[in-house]
């Protein structure tokens, strides 16, 4: 039997959704998680994606854009994905600024 033959591939935990499987691949084959990465590999996407909905929340469509902001950070707190916690603030605050706004540029 040859070295190569005997190789087993790693058996490795998701951290995402708690999978224990044999495999040599870099992601979880149920959920497509990222190993190695705490909370998985795509949940820092839900972060940046909060961000930029609550940014953007300010000047347009905070009706819609604030709460879907509201919704990716709660999901990226939820994994314990860093910066969620400043997401789910800055998307509170950016859906009122642009209640705010819009108050005062078409109510007025």
Known sequence: MSAASSWQAPTKLCSACGTL?????????????????????????LVWAAF??????????PIVLGPAAIALSAVALHR?????ALALCLSIVG??????????AYGG
């Not at 609550?54 to 000047?59: E, F, I, P």
């Not at 314990?80 to 969620?84: D, L, Q, S, V």
């Open 21 to 45: 499987t044999q495999t040599a691949k870099a992601f979880c084959p149920e959920c497509g998680t990222t190993y190695g990465e705490p909370g998985g590999g795509s949940s820092a996407s």
């Open 52 to 61: 930029a909905c609550a940014a953007v929340s300010v000047l347009f469509f």
């Open 95 to 104: 859906m009122t600024a642009g209640f705010i706004l819009g108050a005062l």
């Open 80 to 84: 314990k994905e860093p910066h969620a």
